[in-house]
């Protein structure tokens, strides 16, 4: 039970983020809440989440309306606390959380977030899925029936929140001086092994990486004011492409991980992130960042750093190109690896072994081999 008066603040939502947009309310001031009963949807550059409630009682206040952009720590639901116990208060309970459930059952996230890009009242909204569930064909007939004005294409329109606050953490995080270093990687070996795996060559690097952090722990230190901190959690930040931009969900312990773990792991945040579902857990705590920029084509890039880590690696796409071997110029398969770093925390020298270290471990079978599977 929420003590008289609480006030309840907006939550630190993950590395970086100071703020909030109020995307729906999920409950009305009058309910009776319980506890981890969600209570608003919030929009940042990251991801979509529900807020739960800290405590159970009754809501007298919700400071903000949709749209409304909230500070980390500024008010944001008051509790009188007055909620009774379960035998008492069951049937003013029972009728709240119906209330309330219809309003977040009634359309999931994605569906929310699609109405509110098309301007879409849900409440409005008549739902043809089950039990009256609003489904994404229902908000855009909605929509397609609604009689609006065209947008007006004309000018330059401001910034989204998400792509707001996306430009201001790259501003914060390029200020840091951060060296990007580029090494051609045969991809004979990896080929090979992804293929008698069935794997993307995703997982395989995050792999070797792992296994080169533990060889070169200054990869995964960070800069304090008063020094270098040096930290021992693999948390490997995966950056990954969304409708709302980039995302960079954290495989957590992923040195414990084998390459199955890691193929799976990796692919539920992608679709986590895709769905605008990933916790404020799943998007803090990177000690390490992966970006496969070989995803869209490019054949190298100069990353910038994430948001609490000092190394970010890049992957480029992997095509034929002319190598030389045993003297001979051979078509092989072939990335580029750029590994943008922390010049105060790592050295061009300390970076180089350690790419060195992750060349030779991508390229030699045995040492592919030696990778948990």
């Known amino acids: 039970m929420a003590p008289d008066g609480f006030v309840f603040a907006m939550p630190d939502l993950g590395e970086g983020l100071e703020e909030g947009e109020i995307v729906a309310w999920l409950v009305s001031e009058g309910d009776t809440v319980e506890l981890n009963q969600p209570l608003v949807e919030v929009e940042t550059a990251k991801a979509t989440v529900e807020i739960p409630s800290p405590h159970a009682g009754t809501v007298t206040s919700l400071h903000g309306t949709v749209g409304d952009q909230v500070p980390v720590g500024a008010p944001l639901v008051t509790f009188d606390g007055t909620a009774g116990d379960a035998a008492t208060t069951a049937g003013d309970t029972a009728t709240t959380a119906g209330d ?62 998400s792509r707001a606050t996306i430009a201001a953490n790259l501003s914060r995080q390029a200020a840091i001086p951060q060296v990007t270093t580029f090494r051609t990687v045969d991809c004979s070996a990896l080929e090979a092994l992804r293929a008698e795996l069935g794997v993307s060559p995703l997982p395989v690097v995050v792999a070797a990486l792992c296994r080169t952090v533990a060889d070169h722990p200054a990869l995964i230190a960070w800069w304090r004011d008063d020094g270098v901190e040096a930290r021992t959690e693999v948390h490997v930040g995966i950056a990954a492409d969304t ?92 990335s580029t690896l750029s590994c943008t770093f922390d010049h105060r925390v790592l ?27």
């Open 100 to 161: 309330a459930a219809a309003r977040p059952a009634r359309a999931t996230p994605p569906v929310r977030k699609l109405a509110k890009e098309l301007g879409v009242d849900l409440s409005e909204v008549a739902g043809s899925g089950a039990a009256g569930r609003i489904t994404a064909d229902d908000v855009r007939a909605s929509a397609q029936g609604s009689a609006r004005a065209a947008p007006d294409v004309s000018h330059v329109g401001a910034a989204s929140s």
């Open 243 to 334: 409708d709302r931009g980039l995302v960079v969900p954290v495989v957590r312990d992923a040195g414990t991980l084998g390459i199955g773990a890691l193929r799976a792991e990796i692919a539920r945040l992608a679709e986590a992130a895709r769905a605008s579902s990933l916790t404020p857990g799943e998007l803090t705590g990177a000690t390490v960042a992966v970006s496969n920029t070989g995803s869209y084509g490019s054949e190298a890039g100069t990353p910038i750093l994430s948001p609490g880590t000092s190394v970010t690696l890049a992957i480029g796409v992997i095509a034929p190109r002319a190598l030389v071997v045993d003297d001979q110029v051979v078509a092989r398969p072939a």
């Open 347 to 373: 050295d061009g020298a300390d970076v180089g072994r350690a790419c060195t270290d992750l060349v030779e471990t991508l390229t030699a079978i045995e040492r592919l081999g030696d990778l948990p599977r």
